[in-house]
């Protein structure tokens, strides 16, 4: 069964430098998401990305993030000056398209980034 | 205030001793309540999508029902690896592929 894969499943930084998180969502799927989960706590969303843009983004989405689709596979999200708050689980999802139908179609997680700032 | 409500936050069961969880919600012209279950470390895993109320899906030993104002997740004569904490989630508006809000989730121990 396809899935989203995400790299790496653990990372450690130091406060202030930047992060790339990467992830391959499901082949056909055309809507991309980044979420985190700070320990003990719900999962949070902080950006959707379809046809090459932003479509949507929470206010835990400030200037320090980007988003990027750099080529037909992968979806990144940066951090560009990493905070002790950011310490978190960052999950990428997935989700078909289907426009006839105005019903949300499930996302699809992979199982997540890890992030540790010291 | 809240838009997905879940209860309880915990729940601890023997073995083959069935109960329900219970997800509430706020959001307006909602399509589609999903059910996920998370396990420690992991991301959320997809179980359910619900669009209406009375409408009623199942898997294993899990059925999951919704009516207009919430969801219950009903765990039938569960086993101890169906132990993982179970998420409900809505979008945040009512149309198309839009960001989810979830809730706290409920922490499911099953004993043998």
């Known amino acids: 069964e396809p899935e989203v894969t995400q790299t790496p499943s653990h990372q450690v930084t130091q406060m202030g430098q930047e992060v790339i998180l990467r992830c391959v969502p499901i082949?056909?799927?055309?809507?991309f998401y980044w979420y985190r989960q700070i320990l003990g706590q719900k999962v949070e969303f902080l950006v959707s990305f379809y046809n090459n843009e932003i479509s949507e983004k929470s206010e835990i989405f400030d200037d320090q993030f980007s988003v990027e689709r750099p080529d037909g596979s992968n979806f990144t999200l940066k951090i560009r000056s990493t905070k002790l708050e950011d310490s978190a689980m960052y999950f990428c999802?997935?989700?078909?398209?289907?426009?006839?139908?105005?019903?949300?179609?499930?996302?699809?997680f992979g199982d997540g980034t890890r992030l540790s700032i010291l | 205030e809240d838009q997905v409500t879940q209860s309880p936050e915990a729940l601890r069961l023997q073995e083959g001793e069935s109960s329900s969880l219970n997800c509430s919600y706020t959001?307006?012209?909602?399509?589609?309540l999903f059910w996920y279950r998370q396990d420690p470390g992991k991301g959320p895993e997809f179980l359910f999508t619900l669009y209406s109320a009375g409408e009623e899906k199942e898997k294993e030993r899990l059925k999951a029902t919704l009516t207009k104002k919430e969801s219950f997740l009903h765990i039938t004569a569960p086993k101890p690896e169906d132990s993982a904490t179970y998420l409900c989630a809505a979008p945040i508006r009512g149309s198309g592929n839009t960001p989810l809000v979830f809730g706290k989730g409920t922490r499911l121990s099953v004993i043998a």
């Open positions: 999802a997935s989700s078909w398209d289907r426009p006839s139908d105005y019903s949300n179609q499930p996302q699809h």
């Open positions: 959001v307006s012209g909602l399509r589609g």
């Open positions: 082949s056909n799927h055309l809507y």
